[in-house]
């Protein structure tokens, strides 16, 4: 490990220009590249004290030897300089999107005498037009079938058609109509050309043309009766809407555009592209990333349009690119675009409208993206058993924990306390024991606290399980519903998140089983809070950590310093995806909770009210303030509603507090419950 100290370059060596640097490691392979508006402000950054750089910096420069820089004229140079140098030395702690496969694009060979219609893969080719991504090849050849009734451009291999014009006979599809046959002369080159041409502006999205076009064909085919023509036109029309339904109108301005959104956490990227062009979606495509350096959302844009653009030109660069965040050099960025394509290019973030709804799609996709990927990781045998193995070897276990499970807490602003648990067993999830609890014991905001009282109630709740199976040798802990010990003399049953008792019908109990791994949502003070809560209960064989959201850390009790797992640790991804399936079923339970209070109504403390005779209550006076000042003689008066219950409806709302009035936020007003305003 080097001492950036070491290699520093020496006051005033640096100049303040923009330009490009790189640094080397002891055996002189390139580790980082990266490019500054000013060399000697940026490389200041480098060589910082160790404990003030982030984590990932701080590994890069201790593992670096040396640091050296090219000097550029613009930024615009410097983005291309990066680039080149990025493709060209592979660095390791650059940011690396890598494709899980290679993508299918509808190619359009005009390079070729002939031009032909093909699938194609991998690099691109000079004189090839191409259209995509696509998610499938199946989906191409399906459009292509479709689109040959009216463009029937060759489609055939260079060896099938060599053998058709040595034989002077078409092959299959020439004789159906789904090839003009240049094989054997049907079509002059110049003629099959511009077929292909057709074909292109088609498929780039100018559709209204041709479609028109057939339209009138048709109907002068049909004035002159000849009816098969006009109805093969027809078919050839309705082939091609068939072909442009494949593609939904999302953009109703005929915009084209990529958007390209990001998903991310700390260890991971995923990043998800649409290619809209004409309004529709013609393709989509997305690459993973290891997020090997410090960089923020803006900085993951960056790459991607570097990963995206750097070896495309013309038409493939569009008009328009949408992004999450714009790059910290956005104006360099845009004119780089620009350059690429050869006329201005938008670099933005959408705000608002169709574009802005799109964006949120695409960003829904890139997040299934990650956790897909995530998935497919951790649903390997191997890799889960190597996962198990690693964490057990972190936290100095002695055995691999088979079960583990998660506490995490959640709340709004202090109100809607709960807390969830999550089970993994044999790294996979055990969603059958999935618990949610209700922080009781008291009001406001504590987490510590809140991890505190649910470690102590589950586990409570598992010693009363092992009293009532005869497992547990000395006098056991008995609780009730809410988790509070109870004479042992009368043992309760076990309770779940909501405090309801199951019937005892031999099953095993929900709280029965021990994992060998507790993990919290959190740092020191909720690992702290939860070792404090099994040693209440005397329980000293089950392991505890936390995991920290910030720097994905892993906390141990009484350690004052982090366990830090390697950033492509096995063992790391599965805690990780412990602590985040916590957290969303938590945040899924407090949201519920919420939505239940704020639609709770006076009307639900009424006893044998139900939610029919509620509806009919509210559909009959068009309020509750209205119901309020009804008597009971008129609450009577609704269908279904006897004395009795309309007393219990009357002292019920007598009891509420009236709800406070609403406010029209555009104007201040005060919003009357029958839809009116107050002064």
């Known amino acids: 490990m080097a001492d950036p100290s070491s290699y520093r370059p020496k006051p005033g060596q640096i100049p303040d220009s923009p330009g490009v640097y790189k640094f080397r490691d002891e055996h002189r392979r390139v580790i980082y590249v990266g490019k500054a508006k000013s060399l000697r402000q940026r490389l200041a950054n480098y060589f910082q004290p160790l404990a003030s750089l982030h984590p990932r910096t701080a590994t890069m420069v201790t593992t670096a030897a040396s640091v050296e820089w090219t000097v550029v004229s ?10 080149s140098w990025i493709k060209e030395f592979d660095p390791r702690f650059n940011v690396k999107y890598r494709d899980d496969k290679s993508y299918p694009y509808l190619a359009v060979t005009l390079n070729e005498e002939f031009p032909r219609v093909q699938v194609m893969r991998g690099h691109k080719k000079k004189g090839v037009r191409y259209f995509g991504p696509y998610a499938h090849a199946w989906a191409i050849r399906e459009t292509v079938d479709l689109m040959l009734r009216v463009f029937p451009v060759r489609t055939c291999s260079a060896g099938v058609f060599r053998n058709a014009a040595s034989a002077g006979r078409p092959c299959l599809l020439g004789y159906i109509g789904k090839c003009s046959a240049p094989c054997v002369g049907r079509v002059t080159p110049d003629e099959h050309r511009e077929l292909a041409a057709e074909f292109c502006d088609f498929m780039a999205g100018r559709t209204g043309t041709y479609i028109r076009r057939l339209e009138q064909q048709m109907m002068a085919a049909a004035e002159e009766m000849e009816y098969e023509k006009a109805a093969r036109l027809r078919d050839d029309i309705g082939a091609l809407r068939r072909a442009m339904e494949k593609n939904a109108v999302v953009l109703a301005d005929a915009t084209d555009a990529d958007l390209i959104a990001l998903a991310e956490d700390e260890l991971e990227a995923a990043v998800q592209i649409f290619h809209v062009r004409g309004g529709r979606v013609r393709g989509q495509r997305g690459w993973v990333t290891d997020k090997v350096e410090a960089v923020s959302t803006a900085g993951l844009v960056e790459h991607a349009l570097q990963q995206l653009y750097g070896e495309e030109s013309g038409d493939a660069v569009p008009k328009e690119v949408l ?23 938008s670099l933005r973030v959408p705000q608002r409208g169709d574009k802005k709804d799109l964006m949120e799609t695409v ?25 198990l193995e690693e964490i057990a070897e972190a936290l100095d276990l002695d055995s691999a924990p088979l079960r583990i499970e998660c506490f995490d807490i959640s709340h709004l602003q202090g109100q809607d306390v709960v807390a969830s648990m999550v089970v993994f067993e044999d790294g996979l999830p055990r969603k059958s024991e999935y618990r949610r609890f209700q922080i009781k014991g008291f009001e406001g905001q504590d987490d510590v606290r809140s991890m505190h009282e649910v470690i102590s109630r589950r586990f409570k709740r ?41 019937v005892d019908d031999g099953r095993p109990k929900r709280f029965a089983y021990p994992p060998q791994l507790v993990v919290v949502d959190g740092g020191q003070p909720q690992v702290a809070a939860a070792r404090r809560a099994l040693d209440e209960l005397g329980i000293d064989d089950i392991a505890v950590c936390g995991l920290a959201k910030r720097l994905e850390e892993v906390w141990l009790p009484g350690d004052d310093d982090p366990v830090v797992l390697p950033r492509s640790s096995e063992g790391l991804y599965l805690l990780q995806r412990v602590r985040d399936t916590a957290h969303d079923f938590a945040i899924r339970y407090q949201r519920s909770k919420r939505n239940k209070r704020v639609r709770s109504s006076p009307l639900d403390a009424v006893p044998g009210l139900g939610d029919t005779r509620k509806q009919a209550l509210i559909k009959h006076f068009g309020s509750v303030k209205r119901l309020r000042q009804a008597t009971i003689e008129q609450i009577c008066e609704v269908p279904g509603m006897g004395r009795k219950t309309a007393e219990a409806v009357a002292v019920a709302l007598a009891q509420a507090a009236p709800a406070a009035p609403a406010v029209n936020t555009a104007t201040g007003e005060i919003m009357e419950d029958d839809g009116g305003t107050t002064a």
Do not use: C, F, I, M
Request: glycine share 10%.
């Open 462 to 502: 598992y010693l009363a399980e092992k009293e009532k199976t005869g497992e547990w040798g000395q006098e056991g802990v008995a609780v009730d519903a809410d988790g509070d010990a109870v004479d042992t003399a009368e043992p309760s049953g076990a309770v779940n998140g909501s405090g309801e008792v199951p």
């Open 74 to 83: 613009t930024e615009v140079e410097a983005l291309q300089l990066e680039y």
């Open 363 to 387: 960003a829904r996709n890139a997040q299934q993206a990650l956790v897909l990927h995530k998935t497919k990781r951790a649903s390997d045998l191997t890799t889960r058993s190597r996962a």
């Open 323 to 345: 992004v999450p965040a714009v790059p910290e050099d956005a104006e360099a960025v845009a004119q780089w675009l620009s350059g690429r394509r050869g006329s201005q290019v």
